[in-house]
Structures are given as structure tokens and as C-alpha cells.
């Protein structure tokens, strides 16, 4: 069983900056998808950032790209995402995720995630960002 823990979030006025980690334990394939997910109330639930555990190969939604950044510590098993000049529609819940035994290429519809091909989930990390 594979169990993933969030930290991070908060909340941030306009062109501030937060951070989220997040850390899996269990039996984790060494190709592996992880990253994040987000969903505003209202709305479909969204990846943000993904990475291949172990590889360089990466995914940003368009509304993120420039602004934050994914990163891994492969040893860990843990993903990183650092926002920066964040913007009061990057408000929502944030989610971790992971699909062990699968790049993100192979998961990749060419233009997004879909959160059901997604086994593994964190709690959730609200970020709330003001105007």
C-alpha cells in the first residue's frame, strides 16, 4: 500500500509565493508518475505539475508555466512544488498524486492529466490566495 503525506499550502496575498511537499511511502516502482493536482470549488480537478520519478521529463498546465516549478528527490520518493507570483485564480485544493509503474508520458493525453488514471492521492493542501 502506498500512502502519501502533504505539507505546504497556506494562504498568500497576490504575487506572493508558497510551497508544497510531498513525501511517498510504501512499494513504489522506480518509473513512476507524481505531482500535482488541484481543484477550485466548482471545478474539475486539474494536474498542475507532474514529473517521471527519476527523469527529467515534465508536465505544467499552461496557467502555471513560469511561475512554478516541480522538483523531486527521487530517494525520498517526494515531489516538490514551489509557486511563485501566485495569482487569486490558483486558489483551490491542491493534491498530490501518484500512478506507480507508469511515466507521465504514457499517462499524458498531449494536453493534460486525467485524475482518474491516478491511483494514489494526498490528503489535500489548501492554498488561498488574495487579491
Known amino acids: 500500500q502506498v500512502h502519501l503525506v502533504e505539507s505546504g499550502g497556506g494562504s498568500v496575498q497576490a504575487g506572493g509565493s508558497l510551497s508544497l511537499s510531498c513525501e511517498a511511502s510504501g512499494t513504489i516502482y522506480s518509473t513512476s508518475c507524481m505531482g500535482w493536482f488541484r481543484q477550485a470549488p466548482g471545478k474539475e480537478r486539474e494536474g498542475v505539475a507532474l514529473q517521471t520519478l527519476g527523469s527529467k521529463w515534465t508536465y505544467y498546465t499552461d496557467s502555471v508555466k513560469g511561475r512554478f516549478t516541480i522538483s523531486q528527490d527521487n530517494a525520498k520518493n517526494a515531489v516538490y512544488l514551489q509557486m511563485n507570483s501566485l495569482k487569486p485564480e490558483d486558489t483551490a485544493m491542491y493534491y498530490c498524486?501518484?500512478?506507480?509503474?507508469?511515466?507521465?508520458?504514457?499517462?499524458?493525453?498531449?494536453?493534460?492529466?486525467?485524475?482518474?488514471?491516478?491511483?494514489?492521492w494526498g490528503q489535500g493542501s489548501r492554498v488561498t490566495v488574495s487579491s
Open positions: 498524486a501518484l500512478e506507480s509503474g507508469r511515466d507521465c508520458f504514457s499517462l499524458s493525453l498531449g494536453v493534460n492529466f486525467r485524475s482518474e488514471d491516478f491511483t494514489y
